[in-house]
Nanobody
């Protein structure tokens, strides 16, 4: 049974930081490219960041470049999203996703107040 469990969301003021974690089980984590998505109220889910299996290559949606950093620890079966200089428009539910098998976590709410 595949499980992706996100944590680390919360309420933060604009300019603040949060670090999201996604712990995976039931998959061979090290062979899965991973992604973080987000969905704001009334909007479509969008891809925020992706990372390759070994972590050597990453990519980001333009609106988060320079502020967000995706990383992974294959020994801990965990992928992270460090979010700095948060803006109110970053408010959304954030989900992690396995590129292989198309598995999703339950999401964690991030709210950025102005």
């Amino acid at each position: 049974q595949v499980q992706l469990v996100e944590s680390g969301g919360g309420l933060v003021q604009a300019g603040g930081s949060l670090r999201l974690s996604c712990a995976a089980s039931g998959i061979v984590f090290s062979i899965n490219p991973m992604g973080w998505y987000r969905q704001a109220p009334g909007k479509q889910r969008e891809l925020v960041a992706v990372i390759t299996t070994g972590g050597s290559s990453t990519d980001y949606v333009d609106s988060t470049k320079g502020r967000f950093t995706i990383s992974r620890d294959n020994a801990k079966n965990t992928v992270y999203l460090q979010m700095n200089s948060l803006k109110p428009e970053d408010t959304a539910v954030y989900y992690c996703h396995t590129m292989l098998g198309d598995h999703w976590g339950q999401g964690t709410q991030v709210t950025v107040s102005s």
